[in-house]
């Protein structure tokens, strides 16, 4: 920095948003009147036409702009209903799937309370009955004496 202490340097200062730029445009606007070649009426309606052709053109652009910032708006209307819609299938297909859950499980649970009440554990596979026989009393004796059986 100390190499460049020598060098000439320029001081820009800022004063005003631009009302110093909108004066000179203001004086320059007059002084082109007043110093033009042609008549005033001449002038004047040169400057009404190129006034109201900057209004037009300006319209134009307007419109466009407006235009297009329709169609995006639509655009994106659109998208969000498309997505709100996504969202709300989601959250359908969500709380059913919850549903059915929920009612499994309460199946489960009853199942499981009435295994417990029958005395059977959870999961155990219930045995077969065992099959009758049949049985033929041919005859029926009675003894006093009962022998080892007694004892």
């Given amino acids: 920095m100390r190499d460049h202490d020598d060098l000439p340097y320029i001081v820009i200062e800022r004063r005003g948003e631009g009302g110093a ?22 002038t004047r309606q040169s400057f009404l036409g190129a006034a109201l052709g900057l209004r037009e053109a300006l319209g134009d652009r307007v419109d466009g702009a407006r235009g297009a910032v329709q169609e995006r708006v639509t655009a994106v209307r659109g998208a969000v209903d498309a997505r709100r ?19 499994d499980l309460l199946r489960r649970v009853q ?4 295994l417990r009440r029958s005395g059977r554990a959870p999961g155990a596979v219930e045995a077969p009955p065992p099959p009758e026989a049949e049985v033929v009393v041919l005859s029926v004796d009675t003894e006093t004496d009962a022998g080892e059986l007694a004892r």
């Fill in 21 to 42: 730029f909108v004066l000179g445009v203001l004086v320059g606007f007059g002084a082109a009147l007043l110093l033009a070649p042609r008549a005033g009426s001449e």
């Fill in 111 to 114: 199942e499981a309370k009435a």
């Fill in 85 to 103: 819609e996504q969202a709300r299938a989601a959250v359908a297909t969500g709380r059913g799937a919850a549903r059915d859950a929920r009612a």
